[in-house]
């Protein structure tokens, strides 16, 4: 009976140390050396964000090309403009996260709805930017409706950005020229830089970390 109980003992003790070991493994694709993980919230859901832990995992191979026509495709600089701040991956998590818990934060994804369908980062909106930029088709209807959605509102002159969001807008990556010109558009209307943000990488580089996407 003693052999017994200790045999079983050793088994449940064996047992525990491979699943230990197999969630071990399972989480070793960290998004930073203390941070596994973020949870926020999507559409209403909560969406874990974090990285693929499959490490023979590749990039998706809607972002694997490295070469496009310049132009339009140019590599962009990584200052924008006066006072647009430039951010990567673990800002856009935090303000993320500060978008998820209420804060007056927006994600923009300025890209096409095509590219926008095939996955985006969780809590953004896509506002294409055809909507913005006059010479790509927006109108006046078309860039109130997306002023609006960021918090501005309409005055006898102009617009009044006082309680505007802080926005943080991506597109492709680098090579994309989609966000660019929609901040150009918005600081032409008047939106204040200090409340725009630009993740210059975008998707490209979000892909290539394997973070978590989201469907629009």
């Not at 647009?84 to 500060?98: D, G, H, N, P, S």
Request: with cysteine; charged share 20%; glycine share 6%.
């Amino acid at each position: 009976m003693r052999r017994h109980i200790v045999m079983s003992a050793i088994l449940l003790a064996s047992s525990f140390t491979l699943i230990t070991t197999a969630a071990q493994a399972k989480d070793q694709v960290k998004i930073t050396p203390k941070m596994m993980s973020a949870k926020v919230k999507h559409n209403g859901k909560t969406v874990t964000i974090k990285r693929n832990q499959n490490q023979k995992h590749t990039v998706n191979p809607a972002f694997a090309k490295t070469s496009r026509k310049c132009p339009p495709f140019c590599i962009r600089p990584a200052a924008l403009a006066p006072g647009i701040e430039t951010v990567a991956e673990l800002e856009v998590i935090k303000y993320v996260q500060r978008a998820s818990n209420g804060e007056n934060v927006l994600l923009v994804d300025a890209r096409t709805p095509d590219w926008a369908k095939k996955g985006t980062i969780p809590t953004s909106i896509n506002v294409p930017f055809t909507k913005l930029v006059a010479s790509k088709g927006a109108d006046d209807v078309t860039i109130a409706e997306a002023l609006e959605h960021f918090g501005a509102k309409e005055a006898e002159k102009g617009w009044d950005f006082s309680n505007a969001k802080t926005l943080v807008l991506f597109c492709n990556g680098m090579w994309c020229g989609q966000s660019p010109l929609a901040i150009k558009a918005l600081l032409k209307l008047g939106y204040p830089a200090e409340k725009l943000k630009w993740y210059r990488n975008g998707m490209q580089d979000w892909e290539i970390l394997g973070l978590s996407t989201v469907k629009p």
